[in-house]
């Protein structure tokens, strides 16, 4: 009985791919493509975000520099950990060097954010384009089939006119979500480098008041 269902709910599928005209192939390539990178953006921004920066300054004030770092490298991946790690490897060259490093290394990070993200914007952008593209295309088919065979044939006309609505449904239905997802992982991203920034740029005070005293 279950295969039967899962042959109807591939058939009934492709059966709206094929009405939907070639157009559709590309918006649904256009929307799995679209969610694998936003999946793959959370898990990033997951790994960024990296262990809790309270628990760092508390270990640091309890147990001391070693103790705080190590809490740290139990995730290798978090923002604040590699500011944080440019901070304790370069103060010995003076704060020109660690801010440098700093810079550098917030830089390839928004960089490698931004990549992603303007790719998952276009993708939402582009999907109801093709959309519309569908629909245009099932004009001219609905267009056509008057051309040939005139009023008479409602069976005819719908063909072109499916074609039509349900690209443009699909297309709409792909930018809505992506959408979104862009616009809550830009924000949430940019929570994460303002927070890590300024708790960096506190940790980096910390040291170098403690090399002057």
Known sequence: METVNEISVIEA?????????????????????????????YCYYFMLKGKSVGGFWR??????????????????????YALASDVRHYRDQGPVAVRNAMEETRHRISVNLSKSLRTISTCAAIAPMLGLLGTVSGMVHTFETIQLFGFGNPVLLADGISEALLTTQAGLLV??????AYNYLAGRVADVEEQAWSEALKYESLVFEKVQK
């Open 13 to 41: 599928a492709m059966g709206i791919v094929f009405r939907g005209g070639w157009v559709l192939a590309p918006i649904f390539i256009l929307g799995w493509f679209g969610w694998f990178l936003m999946i793959e953006r």
């Open 59 to 80: 270990t640091l004030s309890k147990d001391g520099e070693d103790a705080a770092f190590k809490k740290l490298e139990r995730r290798r991946y978090g923002y604040f």
């Open 175 to 180: 930018a809505f979500p992506l959408m979104l």
